[in-house]
C-alpha cells in the first residue's frame, strides 16, 4: 500500500515518494561529461591494443615462419597475441556496453519547461538537499522517465493556463461570471489524481489529473480539426453559390478561382501547424494528413461544381 505524500519525512524519502507518486517529476540527471569522458578513455585504451596488436603482427610475420603465422594451435610464441586478445575483448566488451547505455539515455527526452519549473520550485521552496547535492540546477544535463507519449505543447499549455488561473484568484474573484466555466475547468482537472493535491501544493508544487488532462486535450483537437473541416467547406460554398447568383464572366471566375486556391493553402497551413503543435506526428505523418485533407476539400469544391 503506498502511503501519502505526508507521511514522508523531508529531504531524500519524501523526494523520492514525489518522483514515484507524478511522472511529471520524475527527472534526474544525464551526466553526459562523464559519459563523453569514459567513452574517450575507453577509446583511446582501445586505440593503444589496436596499435600494439598491428606491432605484433608486424614482428610474427619478420620472425615466424608462414605455417606458424596461418594457425594459433601449439605454439607457445603465439601467448603475447592470445593474451592480447583477450584483453581486446575485454576492453572492447566495456566500450561497447558504454556505448549502448549512452545512446539509451541519449533518447530520453529532457523535461518540459513547465515540469523543471514545477520540480524547481520544490527545491527553491524547501530545499530538501544540501546545496552540493542539489542537481535540479543542471537544467542542460537533466533528462524525464516521462514516457513519450501523445502529448507535447498543448498538453503543457493547458496545465499552465489553469495554474496560472489559480495563481492569480484575484482575477477570479473580480470577475466571477466570465471565468466561472475555467474554474470548473480547474477544479475538474485538480480531481482524480491518487490523492488530495493540497500536501503537494504546500510544497511549491501543481499536480493534475494526466487523465483528464488528456480527455481536455483530446476534446480540443477534436474541436479544431472539425473547425478547419468545416469553416473552408462553408466558406467555399458561399463563394460558389454567391458565383453562382451573380453569373460572373470569365475574369469574375478567374478571381473566384484564385480565391478558392489561396482558402485552400491557408486553411491546408493551419491544419499542418495544428498537427505539429497539438500532437507528435512526424514529419511524413503531417505531409500525408495535409495530403488527405486537402483531397478532401478538392472534392468537396468538385461536387459543387457540378
Keep these: 500500500?503506498?502511503?501519502?505524500?505526508?507521511?514522508?519525512?523531508?529531504?531524500?524519502?519524501?523526494?523520492?515518494?514525489?518522483?514515484?507518486?507524478e511522472e511529471n517529476f520524475m527527472v534526474y540527471?544525464?551526466?553526459g561529461f562523464l559519459q563523453a569522458r569514459l567513452l574517450l578513455h575507453k577509446q583511446e585504451e582501445l586505440g593503444y591494443l589496436e596499435e600494439k596488436l598491428c606491432a605484433l603482427d608486424t614482428g610474427y610475420e619478420i620472425h615466424l615462419p608462414r605455417h606458424h603465422r596461418v594457425t594459433l594451435r601449439g605454439d607457445h610464441r603465439c601467448e603475447p597475441h592470445r593474451e592480447l586478445m583477450q584483453e581486446i575483448e575485454q576492453k572492447f566488451k566495456e566500450y561497447a556496453q558504454l556505448l549502448a547505455t549512452a545512446g539509451t539515455l541519449a533518447c530520453f527526452n529532457p523535461p518540459s519547461k513547465y515540469n523543471y519549473r514545477n520540480v524547481r520550485?520544490?527545491?527553491?521552496?524547501?530545499?530538501?538537499?544540501?546545496?552540493?547535492?542539489?542537481?535540479?540546477?543542471y537544467k542542460e544535463d537533466l533528462l524525464t522517465l516521462k514516457p513519450g507519449r501523445e502529448h507535447s505543447w498543448l498538453d503543457a499549455s493547458v496545465e499552465q493556463l489553469v495554474q496560472r488561473l489559480t495563481k492569480?484568484?484575484?482575477?477570479?474573484?473580480?470577475?466571477?461570471?466570465?471565468?466561472?466555466?475555467?474554474d470548473l475547468v480547474t477544479k475538474y482537472l485538480r480531481n482524480g489524481v491518487r490523492e488530495n493535491s493540497s500536501p503537494a501544493k504546500k510544497f511549491g508544487l501543481t499536480i493534475y489529473s494526466r487523465n483528464r488532462i488528456e480527455i481536455t486535450v483530446a476534446l480540443i483537437i477534436m474541436l479544431t480539426i472539425l473547425a478547419l473541416l468545416v469553416l473552408p467547406i462553408y466558406i467555399l460554398s458561399k463563394l460558389t453559390g454567391s458565383e453562382k447568383a451573380d453569373s460572373p464572366d470569365q475574369t469574375?471566375?478567374?478571381k473566384t478561382i484564385s480565391i478558392t486556391i489561396a482558402i485552400l493553402g491557408v486553411f491546408t497551413a493551419l491544419f499542418s501547424i495544428v498537427l505539429s503543435l497539438f500532437?507528435?506526428?512526424?514529419?511524413?505523418?503531417?505531409?500525408?494528413?495535409?495530403?488527405?485533407?486537402?483531397?478532401v476539400l478538392v472534392v468537396f469544391i468538385g461536387n459543387l461544381g457540378h
Excluded at 281 to 289: D, F, G, M, N, V
Design 252 to 254: 469574375g471566375t478567374n
Design 121 to 137: 520550485n520544490y527545491f527553491d521552496e524547501r530545499k530538501p538537499l544540501c546545496a552540493e547535492e542539489t542537481y535540479i540546477k
Design 1 to 21: 500500500m503506498v502511503k501519502p505524500l505526508r507521511h514522508y519525512p523531508e529531504g531524500y524519502p519524501f523526494l523520492a515518494a514525489l518522483h514515484d507518486f
Design 168 to 182: 492569480y484568484s484575484w482575477i477570479n474573484v473580480r470577475y466571477p461570471v466570465l471565468l466561472r466555466p475555467l
Design 279 to 295: 500532437t507528435r506526428a512526424k514529419r511524413h505523418e503531417i505531409l500525408a494528413s495535409a495530403a488527405a485533407y486537402v483531397a
Design 29 to 31: 540527471r544525464r551526466f
